[in-house]
């Protein structure tokens, strides 16, 4: 199905361990985008990539890890959760976001014990 | 550098009434604007943008918004507001960057 999806869509961790959430999206969109959304704090940048093999950090990078080898892929991993990593986060891709905007996926929702 | 401010973390208007949801934006080159709409446990969905061209920018489900100059605004109204618009609306700006600066919401509810 063409779009972006994140998997899985529910995460419980516990504090610690490592995790990985998936994104991937089916339009070769060179940019890629992850957020989490909290509560009084909107949606905060977490890294980006403007092509394959090239990221760059955002806003609240730290304790998060991406890669991205295929232009379709861009993981998020958490490399010891923390509970403060409990949110919602979101994946998007676009071509041109100053011109098209984003498209976002549905979101994968971590909470850390 | 960009920046988004939403008037009102919560906004409640009854059904059938005007919805208007204030944005403003700061920015030192003309900007390009976008209001987003977020469901309940979905992602976040366009529904309008303002790149150049006319100030008057219809998007979907009846809303629209105007880009303003004068007042650094992109304002998003409805005539008449329906309980399936009870949803948080971001706006955003972009100054021909790769990435978008996004507001920190209104949350709409719709009255009964």
């Known amino acids: 199905d063409a779009g972006i999806t994140q998997s899985p869509r529910y995460k419980i961790t516990e504090t610690g361990r490592q995790v990985t959430l998936m994104c991937h999206q089916t339009?070769?969109?060179?940019?890629m985008f992850w957020y989490r959304q909290d509560l009084g704090h909107g949606l905060r940048l977490i890294y980006y990539?403007?092509?394959?093999?090239?990221?760059d950090k955002g806003e609240v990078p730290d304790g998060y890890v991406v890669s991205r080898s295929k232009t379709e892929n861009f993981p998020l991993t958490l490399e010891s959760a923390t509970r403060s990593q409990t949110s919602v986060y979101f994946c998007?891709?676009?071509?041109?976001?100053?011109?098209?905007?984003?498209?976002f996926g549905s979101g994968t929702r971590l909470t850390v014990v | 550098a960009q920046s988004v401010t939403q008037l009102g973390s919560h906004v409640s208007v009854s059904e059938g009434a005007l919805v208007l949801l204030r944005c403003n934006y700061s920015?030192?080159?003309?900007?390009?604007l976008f209001w987003y709409v977020q469901y309940p446990n979905q992602g976040l969905q366009l529904l309008l943008k303002?790149?150049?061209?006319?100030?008057l920018v219809k998007g979907i489900n009846g809303f629209e918004a105007e880009f303003k100059k004068s007042e650094t605004s992109f304002h998003l109204t409805k005539p008449s507001a329906h309980m399936s618009d009870a949803a948080e609306y971001f706006c955003?700006?972009?100054?021909?960057?790769?990435?978008?600066?996004f507001g920190k919401g209104t949350r709409l509810h719709i009255l009964p």
């Open positions: 303002y790149t150049t061209g006319a100030t």
């Open positions: 955003a700006v972009s100054i021909r960057d790769d990435k978008i600066i």
């Open positions: 990539s403007a092509a394959a093999d090239i990221t």
């Open positions: 920015s030192s080159v003309p900007p390009y």
């Open positions: 339009w070769s969109h060179s940019y």
């Open positions: 998007a891709s676009s071509e041109r976001p100053d011109l098209y905007g984003y498209t």
